[in-house]
Antibody, heavy 116, light 111 residues
Framework: EVQLVESGGGLVQPGGSLRLSCSASGFTFSNYALHWVRQAPGRGLEYVSAISRNGDRTYYADSVRGRFTISRDDSGNTLYLQMSSLRGEDTAVYFC?????????WGQGTLVTVSS | QSALTQPASVSGSPGQSITISCSGTSSDVGGYNYVSWYQHHPGKAPKLIIFDVSNRPSGVSIRFSGSKSGNTASLTISGLQVEDEADYYCTSYTSKTTLEIFGGGTKLTVL
């Protein structure tokens, strides 16, 4: 059974940092580019960041570039998102995902709330 | 920032057909046959309904179909059902980052 399980969300003050993790199982992790997608309350999905299969290429939305860093550990089947200088507008449910061709796997999301 | 352009909303009545467009450039939608469509019911994980422009994953209803012309991809849903009411997102490979990009999403209302 394919599983993607996010963790690390929570309440953080503006300007603070959080590190999200996504633990994967049930598929060949290293064969997939990996993604973080978020959904703010009452808003649509927003593509946040992505990392290529071998980790040599990364992508960031303009809204997070310079503040977020995506990384992967294929030996541990884990995807990370290091978030710093957090703002109120970063408040959202963060999903990790892997997709290629007809395969698409998503976690259930972890809530990040940025508030004082 | 949405590199792919979708209409914010579309609507239709049960039994009708609707089409959602997804406009990009020759660096993404127009240049590659790697357009996917996701159905998203809020609070749930998005569901892949079309991949590689026009292919349906196993288990997806034949009422969902995809196509592409030039730099614009389209998702057509025929025989609308109440349960089709959801948000729909297109994604595409892009040579600018050699990864994928999302559209801004379209809210489908079934009247």
């Amino acid at each position: 059974e394919v599983q993607l399980v996010e963790s690390g969300g929570g309440l953080v003050q503006p300007g603070g940092s959080l590190r999200l993790s996504c633990s994967a199982s049930g598929f060949t992790f290293s064969n997939y580019a990996l993604h973080w997608v978020r959904q703010a309350p009452g808003r649509g999905l927003e593509y946040v960041s992505a990392i290529s299969r071998n980790g040599d290429r990364t992508y960031y939305a303009d809204s997070v570039r310079g503040r977020f860093t995506i990384s992967r550990d294929d030996s541990g089947n884990t995807l990370y998102l290091q978030m710093s200088s957090l703002r109120g507008e970063d408040t959202a449910v963060y999903f990790c995902a892997a997709w290629h061709s007809s395969s698409s796997f998503w976690g259930q999301g972890t809530l990040v709330t940025v508030s004082s | 920032q949405s590199a792919l352009t979708q209409p914010a909303s579309v609507s239709g009545s049960p039994g009708q057909s609707i089409t959602i467009s997804c406009s990009g450039t020759s660096s993404d939608v127009g240049g590659y046959n790697y357009v996917s469509w996701y159905q998203h019911h809020p609070g749930k994980a998005p569901k892949l309904i079309i991949f590689d422009v026009s292919n349906r994953p196993s288990g997806v209803s034949i009422r969902f179909s995809g196509s592409k012309s030039g730099n614009t991809a389209s998702l057509t849903i025929s025989g609308l059902q109440v349960e089709d009411e959801a948000d729909y997102y297109c994604t595409s490979y892009t040579s600018k980052t050699t990864l994928e990009i999302f559209g801004g999403g379209t809210k489908l209302t079934v009247l």
